[in-house]
């Protein structure tokens, strides 16, 4: 049997068509699992991409339009998920920004902070919200949180913005876990390091700065997003079904020295 077999999931975004949350849709999805795809509207043409990559190969995939910092829409969400597919059993808290491209305090908006934290922090609370109540009828589910290695040390010149939503992000998920635990709710976190996405173009397109971030990476290269998709699915499948709160940390050793 596949390891997600007959589980629906909800992964947040994956509008891009190449990053994380995609990767982890097509992962979920060739393990059994009927995937939700949700991204903003401005995203609805790579979402329907998507889709029809993954039921091209008799797979079960459904997309959604969702702005994560909106809390209609997340229960828009979960009712037409519920309407279509019966449950909910996963949710990938994926969507996140990085902030604005310069992260100096002195360039910060206060503005910029409040949206990070809105993306990055305060939709993960969102989706758990929306989620959980289905998934205790159910009598259980999986969540996990993408947070970052910025929630486990400090980068300099990152948006002050981001590195407390990551920060926060970590928190927020073992303080989930431990309320949901007794109720059947599994809530576990992912710290990606150095990932090869649309959202790391910044740092993986300049030679000069990606060599030097290179140093600092023990295993001496990038990450992928299939690399973090495996790492979700096994927290999402009954493989972990004694881990909670977890820092599974996906970054080459890039927090250990």
């Known amino acids: 049997m596949k390891r997600l077999q007959d589980k629906v999931a909800i992964v947040t975004g994956a509008g891009s068509g190449t990053g994380m949350g995609a990767v982890i849709a097509r992962v979920f999805a060739e393990e059994g699992a009927t ?3 949700t991204a903003n509207a401005n995203r609805q043409e790579n979402m329907d991409r998507l889709v029809a990559e993954i039921t091209a190969k008799g797979q079960r995939a459904s ?46 908006t206060a503005e910029d902070f409040h949206h990070v934290i809105d993306v990055n922090l305060n939709s993960q609370f969102y989706g758990i919200k929306a989620v959980a109540p289905q998934m205790e009828r159910q009598g259980g589910g999986a969540i996990v949180n993408i947070s970052s290695a910025a929630g486990i040390i ?67 290269r990038v990450g992928t997003s299939e690399e973090i998709a495996r790492a979700a699915l096994f927290l999402a499948s009954d493989e972990s079904s004694y881990v909670i709160g977890a820092e599974l940390v996906v970054d080459g050793g890039l927090t250990i020295i």
């Open 154 to 220: 400090v980068f300099p010149d990152v948006p002050p913005g981001y590195s407390a939503s990551k920060g926060a992000s970590r928190h927020l998920t073992k303080a989930a876990a431990v309320d949901f635990a007794r109720r059947g709710i599994r809530v576990n976190g992912i710290y990606p390091g150095l990932i090869d996405t649309p959202m790391a173009t910044h740092f993986t397109e300049d030679p000069e700065m990606l060599e030097g971030l290179l140093r600092g990476i023990p295993i001496g």
């Open 35 to 37: 995937v939700v795809v």
């Open 63 to 108: 997309a959604a339009v969702l702005d994560v910092t909106r809390q209609d829409q997340w229960a828009a969400v979960l009712a037409e998920t519920i309407d279509r597919h019966g449950r909910i059993d996963i949710l990938i808290n994926n969507a996140g920004t990085p902030g604005p491209r310069d992260g100096s305090w002195d360039k910060a």
